[in-house]
């Protein structure tokens, strides 16, 4: 059996190929992972599967007050106020809620949110919480106070 000179060069060669592509699919794999990570899993902040949000059916003079809370990212959400005549009559929507959030357990007073009619007769309005933790929403409406609690996470 005869060696050539040769042999040991490309035997280097042939682990130095190797270890490039080792050094560049590890890299490619972990943005890989990453990716999946968000496709699967979201960019929820912090926010726990199941804490979309909060609803609430009250019955009042004449009808029923929707009221919903949903939560967006980072600490962001949006309240949905929809009056449902007994009738079916669409007036009272255009009486506007009074809305305003406070949180439980703390001094911190309370914030009014602005809500702007829609055109399918509900009021919407949005905001952001300072800070994760039960906040208290009340809706004064035609006369009537309504509460709901959420959790902002």
Same mark, same amino acid.
């Given at each position: 059996m005869t060696w050539s000179a040769s042999e040991p060069r490309s035997s280097y060669f042939r682990?130095?190929?190797? !270890?490039?592509? &080792? #050094? #560049?699919?590890?890299? #490619? &794999? !972990?943005? &890989?992972?990453? *990716? &999946?990570? $968000? @496709?699967? $899993?979201? @960019?929820?902040?912090?926010r726990e599967p199941g804490s979309t949000g909060s609803a609430r059916?009250?019955? *009042?003079?004449?009808?029923?007050? #929707?009221?919903?809370?949903?939560?967006?990212?980072?600490y962001a959400f949006e309240i949905t106020v929809r009056f449902e005549s007994d009738e079916g009559s669409n007036d009272a929507t255009l009486i506007q809620p009074s809305v305003s959030m406070t949180m439980v357990g703390h001094d911190m007073g309370r914030t009014p949110v602005q809500m702007l009619r829609r055109s399918d007769g509900s009021w919407r309005g949005a905001g952001t919480f300072s800070m994760g933790g039960r906040w208290r929403f009340q809706i004064a409406f035609d006369g009537e106070i309504v509460r709901l609690d959420h959790t902002a996470r």
């Open positions: 682990t130095m190929r190797t !270890l490039r592509v &080792a #050094l #560049l699919a590890i890299p #490619l &794999a !972990l943005v &890989a992972a990453t *990716v &999946a990570a $968000f @496709l699967v $899993f979201g @960019l929820s902040g912090e059916a009250v019955d *009042v003079a004449g009808g029923r007050l #929707l009221v919903a809370v949903e939560d967006g990212q980072a």
